[in-house]
């Protein structure tokens, strides 16, 4: 009972994002302003339910890296993702397809809040994320890499 209300409770605050801005530019805020940013490994994956716009998943997650000091070593997010044909998007929701065992970098508003960006690790992610994180920057739910400053 109580993680279906809390899933509800996820549920209604990440499909009311879209309706807070004109546009992306507010995920994007709402990602820069993240408690939990890390790199991280996919524990878990749970499929809470499916609607219209979508199916909405509580992901659990291990902290590899943490950037933040708000990161547990473990902690959860919620996110919609398009999983049925028969599903149509909604303008501006942004979609994360995140799979067990993958190792994202993964911005989450607090833990068991919402997803704000998730982006699959790359080895140039890493290092910018480990060594350079200022030159991050945020943009329909994935971290991008700013070009150096020279």
Same mark, same amino acid.
Request: proline share 5%.
């Given at each position: ?62 902290? %590899?890296? $943490?950037? +933040? &000091?708000? /990161? #547990? ?12 044909? =028969? ?24 833990? %068991?809040? $919402?997803? +704000? &960006?998730? /982006? #699959? ?12 994180? =200022? ?16």
């Amino acid at each position: 009972m109580r993680i279906s209300l809390l899933a509800l409770f996820l549920a209604l605050i990440i499909s009311s994002i879209p309706a807070l801005a004109a546009d992306s530019r507010y995920l994007d805020r709402m990602a820069f302003e993240s408690e939990i940013k890390s790199i991280a490994v996919v524990s878990r994956v749970q499929r809470m339910g499916a609607g219209a716009e979508g199916t909405f998943l509580r992901v659990t997650f291990k902290t %590899d890296y $943490a950037l +933040t &000091s708000f /990161t #547990p070593e473990s902690f959860t997010g919620g996110c919609n993702t398009m999983e049925s044909a =028969w599903q149509q998007r909604s303008p501006g929701t942004v979609y994360f397809n995140p799979k067990q065992g993958q190792k994202v970098f993964v911005t989450v508003s607090s833990n %068991d809040g $919402a997803i +704000t &960006s998730l /982006t #699959p690790l790359t080895p140039l992610l890493d290092a910018v994320v480990r060594t350079e994180p =200022w030159r991050l920057t945020y943009n329909q739910g994935r971290a991008v890499i700013l070009p150096k400053d020279d």
